[in-house]
């Protein structure tokens, strides 16, 4: 998928629209089977979960790492070089889903097996190649050689999970994000690849994925929008924040192109509300932004998700909960005022 061939146009409205609420992955559970029992109790669309406090290869980039010779993932989630090997291709691991790092999507889909998940929507979420090449070249990789190998990695990861997934619940449709953190700074001055380069290699991320797949992208924090469109998305997953206004232009057109946005809602850093009034009302004020800017009001509300603003690993279970929660608070009154606008207008 070239950036010139967006995805957004094949995606109709779906189970991924209309206020869902949906996980960003991580969770703070010991447990693999617990994490995906909450994924699926907790959100609209069950979440396949990672669960990095058990252990960090089943971080970020503990995931990618085990699928890679010569790389060592440290206890602060970075990556490391093991000096015995050149990185490279793990050419003697047949599975990536039979190593530690995938315990909680295993524990996912052996659940969603013994409860008949199969026909319900599933949301997943692996690490992209511009945020991985960035973790090789700084644990030591040329920058080239970095790149390479993480877009090869991904792509080789993304077509396995989704097989699997497909394996085992052939009726259900997939949402596939493809974590970008290091986004956000791809236009500082010295980041290491410029942006159509940035923009090529999550198109080949995505395009590595079946069609009937809804892909997109996840930053965590502000970002350059429109670079982030121009890779081709059918979601982009954003924080809410004031200065999103100010790519209108873009969203609108996105949005008219059958594009979904997930709204990361509730904070996940700094103090948790008790109650989701802020939340909601901070979302209100950005959607009323956005139409006084040209984005038509329906569409905009039926062509969104609801989620957290970055993962939950980093709290406690309550806490967790209690952000799942809010988040799903959000996302009821989302839905409600999407079906009051659809009876008002007939539709």
Known sequence: MSRNEPSTSVHPIGAFADGAVVGCGSLPHRDPAAAAAFGIAEFDIATIPTVPGRTMAESMLGQAASGLTGLAVTADGMLEIDDRNAPGADSANNSFLDIDAFAGFRAFLDLAGKIRL?????????????????ALEQAGLDRRAAFELAS???????????????AALPNSPQMVIIDEPWFADLMSPGFPIPPDEAIDRMSGAMASLPTSSLVGIHCCAPCDIATLLASGPGVISIPVAPDVVDWAGYLTRFIDDGGVVAWGVVPTEGPIPNVADRSWRELSDLWCAL??????????????LITPQCGLASHSVSVARQIARLTADVGKRVKDQSSATRFALGA
């Open 118 to 134: 199969d026909g319900s929507p599933v949301k997943w979420q692996f690490v992209g190649p511009v945020t991985l090449g960035v």
């Open 152 to 166: 090869s990695c991904v792509r080789a990861v993304l077509h396995e999970l989704s097989a699997a997934i497909t």
């Open 291 to 304: 139409v006084q800017r040209g984005c038509d009001p329906v569409q905009l509300r039926r062509r969104s």
